[in-house]
């Protein structure tokens, strides 16, 4: 009888043991599931890629502080468009948000979306008045920033691939653009 009762208690014991072993099991699936889920969830919020760039680069250092859906970048606030407007409906778009279309202060100032092979309208013109091309400030750009100007028609208007490539077209054709402010 003692050896009976030292089975039944054995065999219990090992019940109880893989019982418990059992439920840590389900409770640690469950958990790593639910975080498996989270961490998607999170990430697919977080993240709202433009159609063509790989990465959309948020920024943000102390001195930035921009609109919603604008990009903060080394204390500049910029507005990469989705939708395509002529020079002028871009021009005017970024004038309704208090911004100028974009003015580059260097060739790699756009370095967060350097990947980008679109071309996005800019603000500069040629001022047949003034016999050059000027930023809409009134400025002329350096000849460092772009040396190929000797090529562009002067009837059109710039548009350039943050990749580092400028061109032109008619100012009527529509492109994307990208708005450029101070951060406030």
């Avoid at 409906?89 to 004038?95: E, L, M, P, V």
């Avoid at 000849?143 to 943050?162: A, Q, T």
């Amino acid at each position: 009888m003692a050896s009976l009762l030292l089975q039944v208690f054995r065999i219990t014991r090992w019940r109880l043991m893989s019982l418990i072993f059992g439920i840590k099991c389900l409770f640690l699936m469950v958990t790593l599931g639910v975080l498996v889920i989270n961490s998607f969830t999170i990430q697919n919020t977080q993240s709202t890629p433009s159609p063509s760039l790989t990465v959309e680069l948020q920024e943000v250092s102390e001195c930035c502080s921009c609109m919603e859906k604008w990009i903060g970048h080394q204390c500049n606030c910029y507005f990469i468009s989705k939708e395509e407007k002529s020079w002028k409906g871009s021009r005017d778009f970024c004038a309704s948000q208090n911004s100028s279309l974009l003015q580059l202060q260097t060739r790699n100032e756009l370095s967060f979306m350097s990947s980008s092979q679109t071309f996005f309208w800019i603000g500069i013109h040629y001022s047949e008045e003034r016999n050059a091309w000027l930023w809409e400030d009134g400025s002329v750009p350096s000849k460092d920033l772009f040396p190929e100007f000797s090529n562009i028609r002067r009837e059109h208007c710039i548009f350039y691939s943050p990749s580092d490539t400028v061109s032109s077209e008619s100012c009527e054709n529509k492109n994307r653009y990208i708005c450029k402010q101070l951060s406030i």
